[in-house]
């Protein structure tokens, strides 16, 4: 079965330079979310999207913004990168919302040197 | 703000012997999950529970959810070496937007 696609796996960048990541949810689910996990943590909540439009936004900087394009797959832009951004990034997609499972991608690298 | 807790945050267990993970979490929401993750891997999605007293069972871990305690708990029996991995649960806000994490479990089992 199809699952979260996400890419690209691993990215090294250097301090205030751009990155972006980009993930593909199953196919026909409607929902995405983008998830943060430092080393050692649990993962945060970013943002979300239903339907192409945001839905709900947790702490995500101001520096990274995300959208979600109308084949339903969605970008994180992370601008002005800090040593501190250096994490597993995660997204995740599910049919519809509340009570249906959430599955996660493999997640995304990403090392600020 | 949502606040949810699990204790232990490390737990080392002998195969073949029990244990209990709780997850506490701090207000109203009937929805709460259940993830897997091995090291520098994804989060496996183990159980979703959607009401007060659901039970759920899979293998050797069954999860059962109390809403008005607002506690979960995750139970292994006669654990094997490849439980071995990190628990999450998670808190859905209500709106099914946003989940919260608990801290994790990271479990060992040693054979």
């Known amino acids: 079965a199809a699952g979260v696609i996400q890419s690209p796996r691993h990215l090294i960048k250097e301090k205030r330079e751009t990155a972006t990541l980009k993930c593909y949810p199953i196919?026909?689910?409607?929902?995405v979310y983008w998830y943060q996990q430092g080393p050692g943590q649990d993962p945060q909540f970013l943002i979300s999207?239903?339907?192409?439009?945001?839905?709900d936004k947790g702490s995500i900087p101001d520096r990274f913004s995300a959208q979600q394009f109308s084949d339903y797959h969605s970008e994180l832009n992370m601008s002005s990168l800090e040593l501190g951004d250096s994490a597993l990034y995660f997204c995740?997609?599910?049919?519809?919302?509340?009570?249906?499972?959430?599955?996660f991608g493999e997640g995304s690298w990403l090392t600020v040197v | 703000e949502l606040k949810v807790e699990q204790n232990p945050l490390f737990l080392s267990m002998q195969e073949g012997k029990n244990y209990t993970i709780y997850c506490n979490y701090s207000?109203?929401?009937?929805?709460l999950y259940w993830y897997r993750q091995d090291p520098g891997k994804s989060l496996e999605s183990l159980f979703v529970?959607?009401?007060?007293?659901a039970v759920k069972q899979e293998g050797r871990l069954m999860a059962s959810l109390d809403t008005k305690a607002r506690l979960s708990t995750l139970h292994i029996t006669a654990a094997v070496h490849d439980l071995s991995a990190t628990y999450f649960c998670?808190?859905?806000?209500?709106?099914?937007?946003?989940?919260?994490f608990g801290g994790g479990t990271r479990l060992m089992v040693k054979p």
């Open positions: 529970l959607l009401s007060n007293g």
């Open positions: 207000t109203t929401s009937d929805r």
């Open positions: 995740a997609s599910s049919l519809g919302g509340s009570g249906n499972t959430i599955y």
């Open positions: 998670a808190v859905d806000n209500n709106a099914g937007n946003m989940l919260t």
């Open positions: 196919p026909r689910h409607d929902t």
């Open positions: 999207f239903y339907e192409k439009m945001q839905s």
